[in-house]
């Protein structure tokens, strides 16, 4: 062994590239391996769920995956005591190309049905876990959230973000005759921001899963007599009051780490959105701290933001501005804009 790493210091770069050439070739040979870098493309999952995914024993899945690593074709994140897959982004030189290529036929492959149902059951039980938490916690929704970051924090950087982003950009882009002006603030928590939005769109929409939360934000838009607010209780893409391509600007506030599926609400996000429309996420940056799962009951710890533009690319977005500040805890927040591309 020392002697096959002392080989392959010294190699030269094209037996190098011939190295990472066939470990490429061959973690791209086999059908179930090409099944999963397809699923990994829209989401990140653990062993264990990819296993539950596609039927298989745990331990042949590590075994999958491992050979993906290595070839530089999956990406790996820890969630406190368990590691998440993703599909690497796309490699710079030569091998960039043939990856690119691999990416776009895999694209292409279809899940069998099989396969779709036992990922929805996945998903599914996600969502359980992630209702069930608000629905048992949502009268300690705000010293649970003020534990990492309370509204305060970031309620004046997000306000200024929009305004010198997407609020400059789109007022100048638009003409008095189609402006419609529509907001949707996706987990509108207690209300606040929408008092943000209230005066800047002719109408916000507010979508939440939780029953109790919604109605905290009710009280909260009665108080400031928000008249232009609707609220609307109803899971993650199903929203049959908002009209396709429809929404200026989409808001998420300290949300997408609570979602079982990001990418699936990216997706969702980009049927309702005007092309050139906007999709403004403040989230955490990614960390470590499993507790805020228990605590918080955070789905996920955090994002990379090369996760949130590769995943937003998938779906049409291309990346706008970004901001990025760390709170006195040691967490940090970022503030994404993506913006649904243009035909």
Known sequence: MVLHLRAMSEATPLERDSEHL?????AAADPLRLQILRLLAQD???????????AVKQSGMSHHLKLLAQAGLAATRREGNSIFYRRALVSQGELGALQRALYAQ???LTLTDEVEA????????R?????????????RFRS??????????????????????????????QT??????????????????????????????????????????????????????????AEAGNWPFVAPAAVDLAVANMVLHHVPSPVALFQQVAEVLRPGGSFVITDLSLHDQNWARE???????????????????????????????????????????????TA
């Open 22 to 26: 066939a470990a490429y070739l061959k």
């Open 44 to 54: 990140s999952y653990g062993v264990l769920e990819l296993a539950r995914v596609f």
């Open 106 to 108: 895999v694209d292409s």
């Open 118 to 125: 036992r990922l929805a059951l996945v998903r599914a039980d």
């Open 127 to 139: 969502v359980v876990s992630s209702q069930a938490f608000f629905n048992d916690n949502s009268d």
């Open 144 to 173: 649970q959230q003020d534990l990492i970051a309370s509204y305060p924090v970031y309620a004046d950087a997000v306000a200024e973000f929009l305004q010198k982003t997407f609020l400059q950009q789109t007022f100048l882009q």
């Open 176 to 233: 008095q005759a189609n402006r419609r002006q529509l907001a949707l603030e996706i987990g509108p928590g207690e209300g606040e921001f929408l008092a943000v939005l209230s005066p800047l769109f002719e109408q916000v929409l507010a979508v939440d899963i939780n029953q109790a939360m919604l109605e905290q934000a009710a009280r909260a838009v009665d108080a400031a007599r928000l008249a232009n607010v609707e609220l609307h209780l």
């Open 295 to 341: 605590s918080c009951g955070d789905v996920w710890l955090g994002f990379d933001p090369d996760d949130l533009t590769d995943w937003a690319a998938n779906c049409g977005f291309s990346a706008g501005q970004s901001l990025y500040f760390a709170l006195r805890n040691g967490f940090q927040i970022q503030i994404r804009q993506f913006v649904k591309e």
